[in-house]
Each structure stands twice: as structure tokens, then as C-alpha cells.
């Protein structure tokens, strides 16, 4: 009886909602047609998602970045205005969506125009909501600094379209590296969160797992041909913490994969295989630090040398003469590295073909380069 009361007054909510668009204007900050289709895609309805209305949504993005705006202040008004973990996730998942059509106006976004890092339900006891509060918490927090990344990416690109430097790829991959810990803080933890809901947000976290994870070894396998005895000590300190790190997610990824089949997300049902690293990729880095280390050494007693230098001259007298002026003569060394070209090949997830989520990636990830850190089915 308090299920179908809660249901009957969420609907009254969303129809309310709906009736108030109907008067509004059409102005630089509001549209109410993309209103509707928000309210629609984020109702308090727990037992579906609208894909019709977020894709609705979408184009409308797609389309226009005037229409940015709009759909910045439709959502921070009902995302702040809700004390529904309903409306939260799917104001989330809708979000989700947006910032995966990466278009150049989502640069504007930056930071979600919303707070929900301590978002509580209003609506039953703590004891019945604490694990979706916890869902939406983790979800919010890796939405918010996935939107500043791709801000900062599409930025960037825009002003040096030309290519990174070594140090500018390995910060790329470390801010990679921590979206995708934040993405596997996102898992339902009570008892009573299977729901198709909670599913449907897990389907979403679980391909941009893939797409994340897939970034990252694609990052690494064009990094460590850059890795060579010329690279500086700190860029090779930096590769070694990343690839390590790599190593590490691999084993916490095959964790949370089981963990997500179990708890019956579809598109975890193809638990993927994360191969380790072998030893001598990470040896090899590891030399570069110590062959860097070996020269510093010796450019460090040449100099004491330098500046202690003793002569022995043959004359009437033994003399000695000590003198600073030594030339020293270095072979100008060069060493070029072939950079590896992505291709076209298409994304296979291996996800099941019925309807997919409210995200798509529009950017495929690419494997061009033979590297054991990478996701093998």
C-alpha cells in the first residue's frame, strides 16, 4: 500500500511539473519542449527508464549548443529541487548520456551545475536508502570530474591541435588512471538495490568501464615506445608508477566484473580478461630509471674531477698545476620513434543488442599495438 501511495504521489509530482512548462516561454535559458522531455526522462517512475525522451534529449544537444543553456538550468532546477534517489539517478544517467555525445559546447559545462556529493533520500528511513544514497554519492563524483576532463580535453585540443608532449600523455593517463578508480566506487552495496533501475545505471558505469580501461591501455602501449634511454628520469619514474598502477586495476577490474555478473548486470555477462603486465616491460622502465640514475652519477664525479684537475708537467722541477679549464666534447646523440597511427577498427563490447542504456560513446577505443595490459575476451 505505501509502495503504490508513493508511486501515485511521485506521478502527481511529474504531471504538476509538466502542467507549470506548459505556461513558460521559450527564452535564451528556457525551452519547453526540452523541459518536458527532462521531466520525462528523469520521472519518479523506479520500475523503467524513457529512452525515448532522453534520446530526445540528446538530439536536441546534438543539434544546437544554444540549447546547452537550457538544458543546464532544466536539470540543476530538478536535480536541486528533488529529495528523490529516483530523480537523482536519473538526472544522473541522463547526464551520463550528454557528456558522451561530446560535442565542443559541453566544454562550457566544466563542473556539474549541481551538488548531489551529499545527497540523501527524503522519502523512506536511512536504514532503507543509505546504500542508493552511497550509488548516487560515488555516481555524482566521477560524473563531476569526468565532465571537468572532458571540458579540459576539448579545451586543449582546440587551442594545440599538435601533439602532446611524453609528460602531457602520462598526466593524461594518470587522470584516466583515477576516473576509472572512481568508476569501480560505483556498485550497489545493500540488500534491497536490485532493482531495474540500479541495473540499468550499472549497465551505463559498466561501459564506461570499458571505454576508460581501453583509453588507458591504448595510452600505455603508445607510452612505452616513448620510454627510452633518452627520456628524463622523472617522465620514466612517472611510466613505472602507471604501469603498476595498471597492473593493480587489471586485478581490481576482474573483481568488480564477477562482482557485477553476479549481481546480474547484462552487459557484465562477458567477464573480460585482464592480463598482467609481464616483468620485463616494467625491468625495462626500471633500467631507464637506474641507467639515468648511473649518468647523473657520473656527470657528478666528472664535475668534482673537473674542477680538481691535476697536471703533471715534466720540467727542471716536478710542478703541479691544477687548473679548471677542461673542454669536454659530448656526441650529440638523436633517437626518433615511430609513432603508432590508431585505425578504424569498431568497438565490439560484446553487450547484449536489446536497447543499450541512456549513454553512447561516439569515439571508439582503438588497439593497434601489442600490449599485455589490454582487455582480451
Not at 504538476?16 to 526522462?41: M, Q
Request: charged share 30%.
Amino acid at each position: 500500500m505505501m509502495k503504490l501511495w508513493k508511486r501515485a504521489s511521485g506521478a502527481l509530482k511529474d504531471r504538476k511539473s509538466l502542467f507549470s512548462i506548459g505556461f513558460s516561454r521559450k527564452t535564451s535559458f528556457r525551452n519547453p519542449d526540452l523541459d518536458s522531455a527532462i521531466i520525462h526522462a528523469t520521472s519518479h517512475d523506479d520500475s523503467s527508464v524513457d529512452y525515448h525522451n532522453a534520446h530526445r534529449v540528446y538530439k536536441w544537444i546534438r543539434s544546437s549548443p544554444t540549447n546547452l543553456k537550457p538544458l543546464v538550468h532544466a536539470l540543476s532546477s530538478r536535480v536541486n529541487r528533488t529529495r528523490s534517489w529516483i530523480v537523482a539517478l536519473k538526472a544522473l544517467m541522463l547526464v551520463h548520456g550528454v557528456l558522451c555525445c561530446k560535442v565542443p559546447s559541453i566544454q562550457e559545462i566544466r563542473r556539474l551545475p549541481f551538488d548531489l556529493s551529499d545527497f540523501s533520500d527524503g522519502h523512506s528511513r536511512p536504514s532503507k536508502t543509505w546504500g542508493f544514497n552511497a550509488f548516487i554519492r560515488a555516481y555524482f563524483s566521477f560524473l563531476d570530474q569526468y565532465s571537468f576532463f572532458l571540458s579540459d580535453q576539448i579545451r586543449r585540443r582546440h587551442r594545440k591541435p599538435q601533439t602532446d608532449s611524453v609528460n602531457q600523455e602520462l598526466e593524461r593517463i594518470q587522470k584516466l588512471q583515477s576516473l576509472l578508480h572512481m568508476l569501480l566506487q560505483i556498485r550497489p552495496m545493500a540488500d534491497n538495490m536490485k532493482k531495474t533501475l540500479i541495473l540499468e545505471a550499472m549497465d551505463c558505469v559498466v561501459i564506461e568501464i570499458f571505454d576508460v580501461y581501453g583509453r588507458i591501455c591504448s595510452a600505455i602501449a603508445k607510452l612505452l615506445i616513448k620510454i627510452h634511454p633518452a627520456a628524463g628520469k622523472a617522465e620514466a619514474v612517472m611510466a613505472l608508477k602507471i604501469v603498476k598502477k595498471a597492473t593493480s586495476q587489471g586485478e581490481d577490474l576482474a573483481l568488480y566484473f564477477e562482482f557485477c555478473k553476479e549481481f546480474g548486470v547484462s552487459n557484465a555477462h562477458e567477464i573480460p580478461k585482464f592480463v598482467k603486465i609481464p616483468e620485463e616491460d616494467i625491468k625495462a622502465i626500471e633500467k631507464v630509471i637506474n641507467g639515468v640514475e648511473e649518468e647523473e652519477e657520473t656527470k657528478k664525479e666528472e664535475e668534482v674531477e673537473e674542477e680538481k684537475g691535476i697536471i703533471l708537467v715534466e720540467g727542471p722541477k716536478l710542478q703541479t698545476i691544477i687548473t679548471d679549464k677542461w673542454e669536454v666534447f659530448e656526441d650529440d646523440c638523436l633517437i626518433t620513434c615511430k609513432e603508432i597511427k590508431e585505425t578504424d577498427l569498431p568497438r565490439n563490447y560484446n553487450v547484449d543488442p536489446s536497447p543499450l542504456p541512456l549513454i553512447v560513446i561516439d569515439e571508439p577505443v582503438y588497439f593497434t599495438h601489442t600490449l599485455p595490459d589490454l582487455i582480451t575476451f
